[in-house]
Nanobody, 118 residues
Framework: QVQLVESGGGLVQPGGSLRLSCAAS????????MAWYRQAPGKQRELVAA???????NYSDSVKGRFTISRDNADKKVYLQMNSLKPEDTAVYYC????????????WGQGTQVTVSS
């Protein structure tokens, strides 16, 4: 069992920055691929950024150059640094953990709201 808890969301003006955190429970955190997803009103949930157990990163084209995903295996946390925020970044952001080689190892956090508005 793995539990994920997101934090760091809030209201920010366009052009501003936020740093989201995801704290994971359990052991073997370093073996999981971690990702941030988001879901805006009226839209499907989409992948924002991912970092694998091997620390390879991938980003949605819409956030490349603005967002940075990172992980701290010692503290069992994953972060999303969001800079140059735009109103279209407004969404609920979710943390996800997947261990591809282990059946049923797919976990989600409760989400944290990010609102970008002047």
């Amino acid at each position: 069992q793995v539990q994920l808890v997101e934090s760091g969301g809030g209201l920010v003006q366009p052009g501003g920055s936020l740093r989201l955190s995801c704290a994971a429970s359990g052991s073997l955190f370093s073996l999981y691929d971690m990702a941030w997803y988001r879901q805006a009103p009226g839209k499907q949930r989409e992948l924002v950024a991912a970092v694998t157990s091997g620390r390879t990163t991938n980003y949605s084209d819409s956030v490349k150059g603005r967002f940075t995903i990172s992980r701290d295996n010692a503290d069992k946390k994953v972060y999303l640094q969001m800079n140059s925020l735009k109103p279209e970044d407004t969404a609920v952001y979710y943390c996800n953990a997947v261990r591809v080689t282990m059946k049923g190892a797919d976990y989600w956090g409760q989400g944290t709201q990010v609102t970008v508005s002047s």
